[in-house]
């Protein structure tokens, strides 16, 4: 899907919504939580993870939906093929399949269902993963995401050889929109852009379902500025 601005100069592209129906998150019930034995999934290869609904994130009670939770762990080498494959930037833009049995290696299917993740706990010293969460994204599902902006044709810019620079000022933009209708990403084509052009949220064009969360949808998410040199010389006559 593609819209030009600003006299063709500048190109902003939405990906397909997908779902990686080939990246299939294998997982087991978790019966019992707390440090202690999240460490001891950890120490085992495995990563404590969740799943619900997104209604459960509603700060009034009247609009949470049905709760849905499932208190899991997968496995560590999985993911981290997963996020190596999908590229971590669109984990979280990105649906997946998820099938959680009754135990690992178990043939014993207990509940299967589409999930978009929403965010990953790292160790702050290590950055090792240490816990994820998930909501249900079946078709027809309401959430919200943060979806990545990716800046294309740098290279080529023509502001930028004139001596400008490129200032991102969103590299994500929030939406809600039905589960299918997620973009993985937003590309933004600034090839032909020139000094002082800029990009804003109201210039990305997106499936009718999906709604910009924004209060200002005229912010720029991105430009090219102009070089200015500070406190220069006065000038002798």
Sequence with gaps: MLRLWRGLKTVVQT????????????AIPRECTGSRISSRDRAQGR????????????????????????????????????????????????????????????????????????????????????NLVFVWADEGTELKVDVPVVFKGLEDC????????????????????????????????????????????HDIEVHPSMKLLSKNESMPICKIAPTYIENPEPIKV
């Design 158 to 201: 023509p502001g930028l050889k004139k001596g400008g620079y490129f200032k991102m000022i969103r590299s994500s933009l929030k939406f809600q929109c039905p589960a299918e209708h997620i973009p993985q990403k937003i590309e933004v084509d600034v090839s032909k852009s020139d000094i002082d052009d800029r990009v804003l949220m």
């Design 47 to 130: 990563i404590p993870a969740v799943v619900f609904s997104q209604g459960l994130l509603e700060k009034n009670p009247s609009n949470r939906s049905p709760s849905r939770k499932q208190i899991l762990t997968t496995e560590r080498k999985q993911i981290r093929s997963i996020i190596k494959s999908v590229q971590l930037p669109f984990f979280c833009s990105t649906r997946f399949q998820l099938q959680i049995r009754a135990g690992s290696g178990s043939s014993v299917l207990l509940e299967s269902g589409t999930v978009l993740p929403i965010k990953i706990h790292r160790d702050e010293e290590s950055g090792k993963i240490l």
């Design 15 to 26: 990906s397909p919504a997908n779902t990686h129906h080939y990246h299939t998150i294998q």
